[in-house]
Structures are given as structure tokens and as C-alpha cells.
């Protein structure tokens, strides 16, 4: 038993990556290629849902569109640029949904979806862009296939590794469902604060690379918080985020390094 959960322990040591803007290290022991597999599995589900009423052709889905756009080539061209190119070989999609739901993800690969109730708190092209850019933070951070890590070390513990890797993809595409509410899950498995926080600073960064002012961010997190006065219970896309006064005081204070990024 000690003998395995050597091994394990060895295997979770050198199981690590590094995310691309901040360095941090980061458990991975699942595929890259098999968490996007699944995410797009769980993408095209959705839409095809009859229940999914994707927008097409509206204005607010020309924007959608025109911002997803802006935003993901500026992103491959940073990563590109910073030898990250071969790790995130993604075929973009963005889709707007008939919710009144206040939320948006990404999912691995960059499927991204906006429902239609985030839209009077964006407002702008570069309010949406501020959205975009936090949620794609999230997939290029690779926080789901971190958070299928950390289940996986907690499920297997002192399991011999190579059992853990056959279950891979059941642990895959339910951690997709949970993450982001698909397939009939709830979202019971959601990004950590921390996690959080670190695509909060990825997404103001990458919005100013797309040429959108990074203080547009710090007006929408302000008009997000006021969505929960009057005791309304905070929207999905805020359940696991780090406090409002904390947000805001992050942000204010990673404004000058996302500027040095934003050209007009």
C-alpha cells in the first residue's frame, strides 16, 4: 500500500503544468484532449436541446459574434506568440441562449456560451468583453481539467494510477455537465474562489490584448454587484466568486498591468 501511494504521490508531483499569464502550477492528470472531447460533446448536446433556444442574426448575436471573435484571435496570437500555441489547438464557437439566467462560460476547446440575462448588465461591446475574457481565462487557465484533477486525487487517493486513468472519461464528461450546469446537473461542482480570481485577472488582461479598455471590466463588476441589492439572491455566474469589495479592490489594483496590454 505505502509502495502505491508512493507512486501516486510521484505521478501527482510530476502530473503539473503551467498557466499561461500567471505561472502558477497546477495539478493535471487528465488529457487535455480528452477533457475537450467531452466538452464538445456536452456543447453540441446543449444546442441541440429542444429546450435551447440558441439567437442567430439579432443584433445582440451579431455582437456576440464580433466581440467572441476579437477577443479568441488576440488570445491565439498571445499564446502563439508565447509558445503555448501547440497546447491549445481550439476551434471556437460562441452561441447566445434564450435565458434569463445572469451567466456565461467556456468550456475546454472554447465552446462558449452567453445567455441573453447578462446582456443589460454588460451593456457594451466591451462590458461583453469583459465577461469573455474572464470565462475564457477559465479554459486557458485549464481550471475544469484542474478541478477533474483534484477529483480524481480525492476519488483514487492511494489507488494504483493506471486504474484512476480508465475512469478518466466518466470523471470527464460529468465534471463538464456539473461545471457548467448541462446534461441536467446543477452545477454542483463549481470553480474555486481562487480560481475565480485568477480569470478575473487572465480575462482583464485579455480584453485590453483585444483592444477593449480594461476600466470597462472594473463599470461592469460594479453594475454585477448591484444585481444583488435588495436581497435578491446573487446570479449563478456569482456563486463561487470571491466577494464584491474584494473583486472590485483586485481589479483597481491589476488595472495598471492589464493597460500596459491595451492598445487603441
Not at 2 to 22: D, E, H, N, Q, R
Not at 200 to 218: Q, R, T, V
Request: with cysteine; aromatic share 8%; proline share 4%.
Amino acid at each position: 500500500m505505502k509502495t502505491i501511494a508512493g507512486i501516486f504521490l510521484l505521478t501527482c508531483m510530476a502530473s503539473c503544468a503551467t498557466v499561461p499569464l500567471t505561472g502558477r502550477k497546477q495539478l493535471s492528470l487528465v488529457d487535455d484532449s480528452q477533457m475537450q472531447q467531452q466538452a464538445t460533446l456536452a456543447y453540441k448536446d446543449l444546442l441541440s436541446d429542444p429546450k435551447t433556444k440558441v439567437i442567430k442574426g439579432t443584433a445582440d448575436a451579431q455582437m456576440l459574434q464580433r466581440v467572441g471573435s476579437r477577443v479568441a484571435s488576440a488570445i491565439t496570437t498571445y499564446l502563439k506568440n508565447s509558445g503555448y500555441g501547440n497546447q491549445y489547438n481550439y476551434n471556437w464557437e460562441f452561441n447566445l441562449i434564450q435565458s434569463p439566467e445572469v451567466n456565461a462560460w467556456c468550456m475546454p476547446g472554447g465552446k462558449v456560451a452567453v445567455y441573453t440575462g447578462i446582456l443589460p448588465v454588460t451593456k457594451t461591446d466591451a462590458g461583453l468583453a469583459a465577461v469573455l475574457g474572464h470565462e475564457i481565462g477559465h479554459a486557458i487557465a485549464k481550471h475544469s481539467s484542474e478541478r477533474a484533477s483534484q477529483t480524481m486525487a480525492a476519488q483514487i487517493g492511494a489507488v494504483a494510477v493506471d486504474a484512476a486513468t480508465a475512469k478518466q472519461t466518466g470523471i470527464t464528461r460529468n465534471l463538464i455537465n456539473n461545471l457548467y450546469g448541462v446534461g441536467g446537473q446543477v452545477g454542483l461542482l463549481k470553480f474555486s474562489r481562487d480560481q475565480e480570481s485568477e480569470a478575473d485577472k487572465m480575462g482583464l488582461i485579455f480584453m485590453a490584448m483585444a483592444g477593449y479598455d480594461p476600466n470597462e471590466a472594473l463599470k461592469f463588476w460594479e453594475r454585477m454587484a448591484n444585481t444583488q441589492k435588495g436581497g435578491q439572491a446573487p446570479p449563478e455566474f456569482l456563486s463561487t466568486h470571491p466577494s464584491d469589495s474584494r473583486r472590485i479592490a483586485d481589479i483597481q489594483r491589476l488595472l495598471p498591468q492589464a493597460m500596459k496590454y491595451y492598445k487603441k
